[in-house]
Each structure stands twice: as structure tokens, then as C-alpha cells.
């Protein structure tokens, strides 16, 4: 189960395109992500409703040994996934943004060669102190090749976080905003997911469902 505290924002994904939406996220990282047979049918799902469905997936799951890159190419392959996001925050703990950099360029290649699109979420905040630091971590991102459409997470949006002096604005100039995504039948799309420990504090895109799965 969870620990701490959970927040879901229910603003809907920023995408370009109001026909994206994402299906399940931060695969094996996220306790609500779903993967193999239910992701395939979740985006089977989607697809018949004229929609493109999309993942998401964060590099914290391999840095906390939760899955392998091998795992995640498997799932975007057997899936079916139209589109695959990543969420490389900088955290200022957990992971470099060096390390987060090199496992983003390692991976968007090998998930474009499986014919899939990538898009990138950048960051609106910062731990406080580190301002410069996730500027310079976006600019980073920003510059990585083979990215369809960035999206950028701002602190307005982190309604738990407005008011923690340890969190801070960056602001949100990185990406023009869009039209919200139009979100999955029974579904609430979500920009925000926010889960807290003693050990972790971890930011993330996060689909709920709004009406408990039917068990199979």
C-alpha cells in the first residue's frame, strides 16, 4: 500500500493532441500502474475509443531496482502503446541529474526504435536551494533529441507542495501550454501524483481511476 500522504491533481495531462491520454503510470514504480495482460487490455481500450493511449515511466524505478530497462522496452513493446512519456525530475536526492541525463539519452533511442513516440516532462519546481541546478537539469532535457513534445510540471499544480519552504518555483517557461487531453472513459486523468515517506518524496504523473476495476 501507500505511505505518507497521496495527492492526484484531476487538471488532465497537457498534450498537444486532446486524443493522447495516459493509461497507466511510472510502470513498476507506482503501486497503481498497471502492466502485461491489464495494461494491454487498458490500452486496447483506449484505442477503440478513437484515443491514443501512452505510458508513463520514470527512471527512479531502475535507480531503486524496481525494474530494468529491458523490462520497460518489453512492456512498451507487448503493450501496444502509442506513446511512451518519462519524468527524469531532479530531485537533489535519489538520483545525479547527470545519471538521470544519461539513461534519458540511453533510453528515448531505444524506445523510438521499437516505432514509438517519446514525449519528456520537465520541472516548474525545485528543492530550495537548487534552483540553479533543475534550471540547468531542464535545459539538459530540453536539448535531448528524438523528443516529440515536452510538458512541464509546475509547482502551482503540486497543491500539496505550495506552502513547503523546502519546495520552490522555477516557473514554466519551458513549454507553451496546450489544450487539456481529453481523459479515458471512467478515468480521470491526472497531472500530479505525490507520495511521501521518511525515506522518499517522489513527483509524478499519476492516472487515477475514477470508478473501481471490475475484477477479472
Not at 53 to 73: C, D, H, R, S
Not at 180 to 188: E, G, I, L, S, W
Request: glycine content about 8%.
Amino acid at each position: 500500500g501507500l505511505v505518507g500522504s497521496e495527492m492526484c491533481i484531476e487538471t488532465g495531462t497537457v498534450f498537444q493532441s486532446g486524443k493522447d491520454a495516459i493509461v497507466s503510470d511510472e510502470l513498476f514504480w507506482n503501486p497503481h500502474s498497471v502492466t502485461g495482460a491489464d495494461l494491454q487490455k487498458r490500452i486496447q481500450d483506449t484505442q477503440a475509443k478513437g484515443q491514443r493511449a501512452g505510458v508513463v515511466i520514470t527512471p527512479y524505478a531502475v535507480f531503486q531496482g524496481k525494474a530494468t530497462n529491458e523490462q520497460f522496452l518489453d512492456e512498451i513493446k507487448n503493450s501496444g502503446t502509442d506513446f511512451v512519456t518519462i519524468d527524469p525530475y531532479y530531485l537533489g536526492f535519489g538520483a545525479s541529474s547527470k545519471e538521470l541525463f544519461d539513461w534519458a539519452k540511453s533510453f528515448i533511442p531505444q524506445v523510438k526504435a521499437l516505432g514509438k513516440e517519446v514525449k519528456l516532462v520537465t520541472q516548474g519546481f525545485a528543492p530550495k536551494g537548487q534552483e540553479q541546478q533543475a534550471l540547468e537539469h531542464n535545459q539538459k532535457m530540453l536539448a535531448l533529441p528524438g523528443v516529440s513534445e515536452f510538458i512541464n510540471f509546475g509547482l502551482e499544480d503540486a497543491k500539496d507542495l505550495q506552502g513547503d519552504p523546502n519546495w520552490v518555483s522555477i516557473g514554466n517557461d519551458y513549454t507553451a501550454a496546450q489544450p487539456a487531453a481529453a481523459p479515458v472513459a471512467n478515468q480521470t486523468t491526472g497531472i500530479a501524483s505525490l507520495q511521501q515517506s521518511s525515506t522518499a518524496f517522489n513527483l509524478s504523473l499519476y492516472t487515477s481511476d475514477a470508478a473501481d476495476e471490475e475484477d477479472s
